[in-house]
C-alpha cells in the first residue's frame, strides 16, 4: 500500500522559511513523478512543485516558482520542498502524492494527513 508521511510544517512570520518532507513507502520510488500539493482553508487542492524521481527533472507553480525548491533522497525515499520568502496567501496544509507525470496523482492515491503551513503578516 502506497503511504506518504508529511512532515516540517509550522508557523512563521512572512518572509521566512521552512523545509518540508514527504517520506514514501510501499511506492516504486524510482518512478514517476513525485508531486507537493497544497490546500487553503475553503479552496481546493492545487499544486505547487513536482520532480521527477527518476531524471530528477522539476516543475513549479507560478505561486511558488523562484522561492521553492523540490528536491529528493532516492535512498530515502524522501522528497522535500524547501520554502524561502512565505507570504501569507502560503498558509495551506501540503500533501505530497505520485503519480505519472508532474502535478499528476497516482488512480486510487490515499492522501496522507499532510504538515500545515501557517505563514503570518
Known amino acids: 500500500q502506497v503511504q506518504m508521511v508529511e512532515s516540517g510544517g509550522g508557523s512563521v512570520q512572512a518572509g521566512g522559511l521552512l523545509r518540508l518532507s514527504c517520506a514514501a513507502s510501499g511506492y516504486t520510488y524510482k518512478s514517476g513523478w513525485m508531486t507537493w500539493f497544497r490546500q487553503a482553508p475553503a479552496k481546493g487542492r492545487e499544486e505547487a512543485a513536482a520532480i521527477s524521481t527518476g531524471s530528477g527533472t522539476t516543475t513549479y507553480a507560478v505561486s511558488v516558482k523562484g522561492r521553492s525548491t523540490i528536491s529528493q533522497d532516492n535512498a530515502k525515499n524522501t522528497v522535500y520542498l524547501q520554502m524561502n520568502s512565505l507570504k501569507p496567501e502560503d498558509t495551506a496544509m501540503y500533501y505530497c502524492?505520485?503519480?505519472?507525470?508532474?502535478?499528476?496523482?497516482?488512480?486510487?492515491?490515499?492522501w496522507g494527513q499532510g504538515t500545515q503551513v501557517t505563514v503570518s503578516s
Open positions: 502524492a505520485p503519480g505519472p507525470g508532474p502535478f499528476r496523482v497516482v488512480f486510487g492515491f490515499r
